[in-house]
């Protein structure tokens, strides 16, 4: 009897105390703990979220060894100066470049693997060229094969444009034979009785070097000069002492040499221990190398020319402000021609980029066909064949530096003449 009244009070407890929690007031967490409240989106998103722009890749192969290698090395100085450049702007069109660059130790058979890597493995956007014509001739086909425009800093040789193919882009002021024309006027606008007599062609062979000085000899020879001698020698030559004692047995007046940078060199030492004394010396490439040439000559680069299609003191549009940041990227050395020509073939296919705003290769082939780009080598068009529409200059090494003495429109310096002595 007791355990049941007992249950019944307990019954009767509980349910009252449910009564009471059921009637309570509801209680409130403390805000610290309660998540903030948000409204609920009026339309539902279109799209996922925006992610990081995949870079543009471009590609190239420079002779970073070998013969090639001082021009080769400046050439990628000035690729990747550009590419710092354009990245600290924002990249192009909106995404950063990315440059991949290998070294073809200055063999073609070299720099064609390495142009037919960069667009079957490593899936480049855009091709940018080697230097010298003997590379970017074969180079330039595989760039063809798959389409890709091929602007390129120093290839200019005839043959380079006579093959029919329509994407190569000569990124300097003229082709190459027309490097010939400032000197050839230089010498043939002297004073009858300072005019030199009898010239000599000393060229190693390449074709951009055989095609200027084969111009060079036209010009002068037309004009009233004497040949007394052409040698043609072959491009891995270092020693050069029996062509300087047949150049110093016919003793020319002037000497047009057909060279890169190390054969300028060893020829102007041969010639020094031969004991040949020109009245005018031109050499091809080499003493565009500011640093180089005068490190390898010393006083014995005085009054040796050379054509050039940049100089640093220029004021062609976009030209100061290259200078400044090659200086602040790479010191105050001097800067090399190769640099400049390498930095134009970018400013060239970054206005084509964002021309087009694109980078199908076959937009950009035409619209570098047909537009005019501001470069530090002045304003640069082409024409169908790939080949610039300017004209070059005529340096001269005066008091241990470069000076432009010709023609009237970038003169800094009126030439010396004789030759001093080496």
């Known amino acids: 009897m007791k355990s049941r009244i007992w249950y019944l009070l307990t019954s009767i407890m509980v349910i009252s105390l449910l009564v009471t929690a059921c009637g309570a007031p509801a209680t409130t967490a403390p805000a610290a703990t309660q998540p903030p409240a948000t409204e609920a989106p009026t339309t539902a998103p279109t799209e996922p979220p925006a992610t990081t722009a995949p870079p543009i890749k471009v590609g190239a192969s420079l002779p970073l060894t070998g013969d090639f290698s001082e021009p080769g090395t400046a050439a990628k100085k000035g690729y990747e100066l550009w590419v710092d450049v354009i990245n600290k702007a ?12 290998y070294d073809n130790a200055s063999n073609p058979d070299t720099a ?13 956007d855009l091709l940018v060229g080697p230097f010298s014509s003997r590379l970017v001739i074969p180079t330039s086909e595989v760039a063809a094969k798959y ?15 006579d093959r029919g193919l329509t994407n190569i882009f000569f990124c300097q002021p003229a082709p ?3 490097q010939a024309i400032p000197f050839a006027s230089f010498i043939l606008g002297l004073p009858a009785d300072q005019r030199p007599k009898t010239f000599a062609v000393i060229t190693n062979d390449d074709p951009f070097s055989v095609s200027v000085v084969e111009a ?21 030559t270092k020693d050069f002492s029996s062509l300087a004692a047949k150049v110093a047995d016919k003793n020319p007046d002037l000497l047009v040499g057909g060279t890169q940078f190390e ?15 020109p009245r005018g010396i031109m050499f091809t490439t ?3 190398l500011p640093k180089e040439f005068n490190e390898a000559l010393g006083a014995a680069t005085e009054g040796v020319f050379a054509p050039i299609s940049w100089f640093e003191a220029s004021t062609a549009e976009t030209n100061p402000e290259f200078v400044a940041a090659y200086h602040a990227k790479y010191g105050e050395e001097p800067i090399a021609e190769d640099s400049a ?3 134009t073939v970018g400013q060239v296919l970054q206005q084509a980029v964002e021309s087009t705003q694109s980078v199908d290769n076959a937009k950009l082939i035409e619209e570098m066909h047909k537009a005019t780009f501001k470069t530090v080598v002045g304003p640069l068009s082409f024409d169908e064949l790939g080949q610039p529409k300017g004209s070059y200059m005529v340096l001269q090494w005066q008091s241990g530096k470069i000076v432009i003495v010709g023609p009237d429109f970038a003169k800094q310096a009126d030439p010396i003449w004789p030759k001093p002595q080496w």
């Open 263 to 277: 054969d300028a060199v060893g020829q102007a030492k041969a010639y020094q221990q031969a004991g040949y004394q």
């Open 176 to 178: 190459s034979a027309d």
């Open 216 to 236: 060079a000899e036209k010009l002068l020879t037309d004009g009233g000069l004497e040949m007394v001698l052409k040698e043609t020698y072959p491009p891995d």
């Open 286 to 288: 080499g003493p565009g």
């Open 90 to 101: 924002g990249g192009l069109l909106g995404r950063q470049v990315e440059f991949t660059v």
């Open 341 to 343: 020509n390498a930095y």
């Open 112 to 124: 064609v693997a390495d142009y037919e890597r960069l667009v079957t493995q490593d899936k480049v």
């Open 147 to 161: 389409g890709y425009a091929f602007p390129e800093p120093a290839g200019g040789a005839p043959h380079v444009f």
